[in-house]
């Protein structure tokens, strides 16, 4: 049980273009979604918390418009990283977490490269 | 604020041999814990979790961790390493109450040795 899956698993794409990353619980209904950022041999970054119906909070330093989250159902939450550039280049990677646990459950991330 | 210090950057440790990774955090009451592992290019596997009860906590592939309130630590411990143990391993400590957000240490790299 619990398990969180994310697609992509890898993009690629131009700089100035938009992508967006689906992160979706499998056999549970996520009330709280996470998204982070980890760059190579670093720690995890929290980007921003999103809960089911309500907009998300980011944390600070992170571009609201840049980086859009959606979390319209329970079960799938979406990341787009809009007018990607180079240095948005990362792995990013979402968890989620369900109404009676303080356990979140991480998916196995996407590796997006901008050129 | 919370955080979380993993004093140790990289480990190496011959197959079969103990392992002890620490871990210290900052927090102003009991705090929610963790232990996660991370293959290259995956995302994060729980090991263990403490949130209150018994501090010794036994988790998957082996692994325990102690919970020592005196020592704001909970390092995690295996009796025996595999060489498929080698690894990124991060502690991390969560807020009570707090919508589950989770600050996460800077991570161990586990080396084995065969």
């Known amino acids: 049980g619990a398990v969180v899956s994310q697609h992509p698993s890898w993009v690629i794409c131009k700089s100035g273009t938009s992508v967006k990353i689906e992160c979706r619980s499998l056999?549970?209904?996520?009330?709280?979604m996470f998204w982070y950022r980890q760059f190579p041999k670093q720690s995890l970054m929290l980007m921003a918390t999103?809960?089911?119906?309500?907009?998300?909070?980011?944390e600070q330093g992170v571009e609201k418009d840049k980086f859009l989250i959606n979390h319209a159902s329970l079960t799938l939450s979406t990341l787009t990283v809009t007018s990607a550039h180079p240095e948005d280049s990362s792995f990013y990677i979402c968890?989620?977490?369900?109404?009676?646990?303080?356990?979140?459950?991480f998916g196995p991330g996407t590796r997006l490269t901008v050129l | 604020a919370q955080s979380v210090t993993q004093p140790d950057i990289h480990i190496t440790v011959s197959e079969g041999a103990s392992l002890e990774l620490r871990c210290n955090y900052s927090?102003?009451?009991?705090?929610?814990l963790f232990w996660y592992v991370q293959s290259p290019g995956q995302g994060l596997q729980l090991l263990l979790k403490?949130?209150?009860?018994?501090?010794l906590v036994q988790g998957i592939k082996g692994f325990e961790a102690e919970f020592k309130r005196s020592q704001s630590s909970f390092n995690l411990r295996k009796p025996s390493v595999h060489w498929s143990d080698a690894a990124e391993y991060f502690c991390?400590?969560?807020?009570?109450?707090?919508?589950?957000?989770?600050?996460f240490g800077d991570g161990t790299t586990l080396t084995v040795k065969p």
């Open positions: 927090y102003g009451a009991t705090p929610y």
């Open positions: 968890s989620a977490r369900g109404q009676s646990t303080d356990t979140q459950y």
């Open positions: 999103s809960n089911e119906g309500s907009k998300a909070t980011y």
């Open positions: 403490y949130f209150s009860g018994d501090t």
């Open positions: 991390a400590v969560g807020a009570r109450g707090n919508a589950g957000k989770s600050t």
């Open positions: 056999d549970f209904q996520a009330t709280t």
